[in-house]
């Protein structure tokens, strides 16, 4: 494949690679979490189900898509990326809120689990899955009845999405301020296009 002329790479800069940032990785296994979640634990014709699952995907997939539009478009990435940041946040209140109706608990901010789980950096969802099937075990062992142990492993499960959803808003939050700093810095599309046609009029 020939070399791409350098002129064009400063019009069209790489773009497109969102499995590289830690955003999209942090958005995407929340979804496939989600997933697991609301088939094993949200009705199936509640209307709830639907809408978590959507807003995780709508998570990952807003910025993937954002990524796609940054050789051309930074507002439109910085709007997606967006668009995935508010997604993720709705998605960590359905969290909150299946907690609550239940009269869950919700770890406090200085719980220990919430630290562990976030040193753990699983990027899969049997990861997360061994580690809260290793907290149940660790708090209630063998000695729990049928009912008791599905409602620990919800709560349980419930808690490390919430957590995990916490630490994908960061990340994307942290994207959004670089995308705005890049953006400020370099300009965008329009921008570029104008100082490369003003160099080779210069030179021309």
Same mark, same amino acid.
């Given at each position: 494949?020939?070399?791409?002329?350098?002129?064009?790479?400063?019009?069209?800069?790489?773009?497109?690679?969102?499995?590289k940032l830690?955003?999209?990785?942090?958005?995407?296994?929340?979804?496939?979490?989600?997933?697991?979640?609301?088939?094993?634990?949200?009705?199936?014709?509640?209307?709830?189900?639907?809408?978590?699952?959507?807003?995780?995907?709508?998570?990952?997939?807003?910025?993937?898509?954002?990524?796609?539009?940054?050789?051309?478009?930074?507002?439109?990435?910085?709007?997606?990326?967006?668009?995935?940041?508010?997604?993720?946040?709705?998605?960590?209140?359905?969290?909150?809120?299946?907690?609550?109706?239940?009269?869950?608990?919700?770890?406090?901010?200085?719980?220990?689990?919430? @630290? %562990? &789980?976030? $040193?753990?950096?699983?990027?899969?969802?049997?990861? =997360? *899955?061994?580690?809260?099937? /290793?907290?149940?075990?660790?708090?209630?062992?063998?000695?729990?009845?049928?009912?008791?142990?599905?409602?620990?492993? @919800? %709560? &349980?499960? $419930?808690?490390?999405?919430?957590?995990?959803?916490? =630490? *994908?808003?960061?990340?994307? /939050?942290?994207?959004?301020?670089?995308?705005?700093?890049?953006f400020e810095?370099?300009?965008?599309?329009?921008?570029?296009?104008?100082?490369?046609?003003?160099?080779?009029?210069?030179?021309?």
């Amino acid at each position: 494949m020939p070399a791409r002329d350098p002129k064009y790479s400063l019009i069209l800069p790489p773009s497109g690679g969102f499995r590289k940032l830690k955003s999209f990785q942090l958005a995407q296994l929340v979804y496939d979490i989600t997933v697991r979640f609301v088939i094993r634990y949200i009705r199936e014709d509640s209307r709830t189900r639907d809408q978590m699952e959507q807003a995780a995907r709508s998570g990952a997939q807003n910025i993937a898509e954002g990524s796609m539009f940054s050789a051309t478009s930074k507002k439109i990435e910085m709007n997606l990326t967006n668009v995935a940041k508010s997604s993720l946040t709705e998605l960590k209140l359905d969290y909150e809120d299946f907690l609550r109706h239940r009269k869950m608990s919700l770890w406090a901010n200085d719980d220990p689990r919430r @630290a %562990e &789980l976030v $040193a753990k950096r699983f990027t899969t969802a049997d990861e =997360v *899955a061994g580690w809260v099937k /290793d907290v149940h075990e660790r708090g209630q062992g063998g000695t729990a009845s049928a009912t008791e142990k599905n409602r620990s492993f @919800a %709560e &349980l499960s $419930a808690n490390a999405a919430h957590v995990l959803c916490g =630490v *994908a808003i960061t990340m994307t /939050d942290r994207q959004l301020t670089s995308l705005a700093k890049t953006f400020e810095k370099e300009g965008g599309f329009s921008e570029r296009l104008y100082r490369v046609r003003t160099e080779a009029r210069r030179y021309s």
